[in-house]
């Protein structure tokens, strides 16, 4: 049950599929919203799959209160870290023997940045040649604006592979993640990807134990809040430990139907003010 407007609540807001349409497109109602909750008294949090380094420059310039990035490996209150959790160096290796042995484009995130494995631009660059972003400012804005955002990611050779915290891959197989899972195992978390490619194309792969929901209770410890008053708001799977343990989970109206209906209440879509909408169905605006 959602508690009363009147408690402080604490809001832990997705970004790709949620603040931004995936890409770098945004309801100017968003950032509003956010400042609003937060001149309410509400506290705001970003939380990610992305890592730090990587967060879109038009989502930085929206002030909160904290991060939880990674999807769940590191959380920030204001400029101060107080949840880290590395993936352990034997785990690293061995998923990315795993890649190797597959054959598949893959990301490396440390805190700090992204590491693309050789082939990832091209692949991402001719699905967006195929599949172009629909955008009012033009054909091929959205396009544009997508690769330079790839652009900026790092050779793979330049990963410290004692920092690094979760994987992304890409693959044109059907049963990639069912594979992924089975012969990495127990200690390793598979799930679905975010990135708007084909179904079933690609994946994340985080520690097991380590995802956003067990960020977001550690956060809670810290500050010292009751789960009660978290809301999660969030379209994707990695979104579904979060939608767990908060009081209140909001689904993003272009969500999956099966992630919708694990949620408390359904929110609009990201361009059809669906964060601003759900903070003011909630009474935090």
Sequence with gaps: MTPPPSRRRIVFIDIDGTILEHGARMSPSTPVAIATARANGHLVYLCTGRSAGDINPRVREIEVDGAITNGGAFAVRGDEQIVAHLMPRPLVDRMVAYFEEQGAHYFLQTDRSVYVSPGVLEHAQRFLRAHPPVDPRGEHAAETEDLALLNHYRPLDEVDLDTVVKATFLSTASDTLSRAAEQLGDEFHVIPGSIPLPGGSNGEICQQGVNKGAAILEVLEVLGMDAAD????????????????????????????????????????????????????????
Aim: a negative charge; zero cysteines.
């Design 230 to 285: 978290a809301v999660g708001i969030g379209d994707s799977w990695n979104d579904v430990e979060m939608f767990q343990v908060v009081g209140t989970a909001v689904a993003m109206g272009g969500a999956d139907p099966e992630l919708q209906a694990m949620a408390d209440l359904v929110t609009t879509g990201v361009l059809e003010d669906g964060v601003g909408n759900a903070l003011a169905r909630l009474g935090l605006i």
